[in-house]
Antibody, heavy 113, light 112 residues
Framework: QVQLQESGPGLVKPSETLSLTCTVS??????????WSWIRQPPGKGLEWIGY???????NYNPSLKSRVTISVDTSKNQFSLKLSSVTAADTAVYYC?????WGQGTLVTVSS | DVVMTQSPLSLPVTLGQPASISCRSS???????????LNWFQQRPGQSPRRLIY???NRDSGVPDRFSGSGSGTDFILKISRVEAEDVGVYYC?????????FGQGTKVEIK
């Protein structure tokens, strides 16, 4: 049974870089035709797809965030990661890692000094 | 971006009664491969979203058959044939045809 688990700091200072990792268990990030994604949900608001890395290694980012986002994969650790630079309070959200059909439990990241 | 518009945004329902949620897209969701990438998600209170339906009408494994999806082009519907207490939560449609993939605003289902 495949499971995804997000990890990373829960508090990030404005202008710094938010870094999160998603660990995949019960399956491999390099097998199957999956889009390994990051999605976020600001408190009390809707969902925004940040971007994905395809199993082949290609990436696609939401144009609204493209200049600040990097998604990468570490097949040796069976993980994929999100980096979001120059964060502001507007980036405060629950961040989810996901495959198309399966999501992690999410992790709240607060941007505050 | 493709705008996904759900209605209603709030849906009080009686246990055992049917419920229906509409989702309309600002562009056709038919992809070049002929598939329509419209999914439905359920987010129970305090939980992460769970996919219920993919490509308009296909139920994910373990999803009760009281959930069904239909539609085509730009108009889609999620139906719950008989609402149960565990169905309380927010339901989102998601289009995966045009990048960036976009969600509807969400429909909150609650028990009357």
């Amino acid at each position: 049974q495949v499971q995804l688990q997000e990890s990373g700091p829960g508090l990030v200072k404005p202008s710094e870089t938010l870094s999160l990792t998603c660990t995949v268990s019960g399956g491999s990030v390099s097998s199957g035709s999956y889009y390994w994604s990051w999605i976020r949900q600001p408190p009390g608001k809707g969902l925004e797809w940040i971007g994905y890395i395809y199993y082949s290694g290609s990436t696609n980012y939401n144009p609204s965030l493209k200049s600040r986002v990097t998604i990468s994969v570490d097949t040796s650790k069976n993980q994929f990661s999100l980096k979001l630079s120059s964060v502001t309070a507007a980036d405060t959200a629950v961040y989810y890692c996901a495959r198309e059909d399966l999501w992690g439990q999410g992790t709240l990241v607060t941007v505050s000094s | 971006d493709v705008v996904m518009t759900q209605s209603p945004l709030s849906l009080p329902v009686t246990l055992g009664q049917p419920a229906s949620i509409s989702c309309r897209s600002s562009q056709s969701l038919v992809y070049s491969d002929g598939n329509t990438y419209l999914n439905w998600f359920q987010q129970r209170p305090g939980q992460s979203p769970r996919r219920l339906i993919y490509k308009v009408s296909n139920r994910d494994s373990g999803v009760p058959d009281r959930f069904s999806g239909s539609g085509s082009g730009t108009d889609f519907i999620l139906k719950i044939s008989r609402v149960e207490a565990e169905d309380v939560g927010v339901y989102y449609c998601l289009q995966g045809t045009h990048w960036p993939w976009t969600f509807g605003q969400g429909t909150k289902v609650e028990i009357k």
